[in-house]
């Protein structure tokens, strides 16, 4: 049974000319994003598990330490590897298995307060969508994760048990959260409750998730 994008991956993985006609990592790519395109044009459910495959740009961005991912993962491989797709494939494959291996070594959390939300919903938000309505119409709580790898931060931010958001900071900003902090304090305004959250960290962010 298919449950994740990765289940995906392995199936393909074991016999790639039969489900995608050849060994080529741009074909590979192609059936990934027909994949994820159908899911979520017909609103089937795809419980992708973790990490995020979207994080998988940044991650392939990483490893070959290019300054940005907005090429796209099987470009920086395929570049990396002198357009050579059968290769890239194989490349793309070994990627895969190490890129599951990332996890949250530290996650905060914090509660929104009511002048919090006030502020994200007033003037004062400077972060908005294009016709000026707030980002988040139900927000409750904020996160904080750091990744293992040196892989870098993202934050979340969940609404009526639901996340609302989870972007990732790259790897460059590493050293500091500062980033984060800045960018939540311009949606929410002084954010001053934060723990440590305690206990297994995966767990905790597949809730989340």
């Not at 796209?72 to 050579?84: F, K, P, R």
């Not at 990332?102 to 969508?129: G, V």
Request: overall charge neutral; some cysteine; hydrophobic content about 40%.
């Amino acid at each position: 049974m298919l449950t994740t994008i990765y289940d995906l991956i392995e199936l393909i993985r074991a016999r790639p000319a039969m489900y995608i006609g050849n060994r080529r990592l741009s074909t590979m790519k192609s059936f990934l994003d027909g994949y994820l395109f159908a899911t979520c044009t017909h609103h089937i459910k795809n419980e992708e598990g973790f990490p995020p495959f979207l994080y998988f740009h940044e991650w392939a961005r990483c490893k070959y330490r290019w300054r940005e991912s907005t090429s796209g993962w099987a470009n920086i491989i395929l570049t990396e590897t002198n357009h050579d797709e059968e290769i890239a494939l194989q490349i793309f494959f070994e990627m895969i298995d190490e890129f599951k291996t990332l996890h949250p070594i530290r996650i905060e959390k914090a509660k929104l307060t009511t002048q919090n939300l006030a502020f994200h919903h007033s003037d004062q938000c400077r972060i908005r969508y294009d016709t000026g309505k707030p980002i988040y119409d139900h927000a409750d709580e904020v996160f904080i994760v750091k990744f293992s790898h040196e892989f870098g931060y993202a934050y979340a931010v969940t609404g009526q048990a639901q996340v609302q958001n989870l972007d990732i900071i790259p790897p460059r900003s590493l050293k500091s959260k500062k980033p984060i902090q800045e960018k939540l304090t311009r949606l929410f305004g002084p954010i001053n409750s934060w723990e440590v959250v305690k206990g297994d960290l995966n767990k905790v962010l597949e809730h989340i998730l």
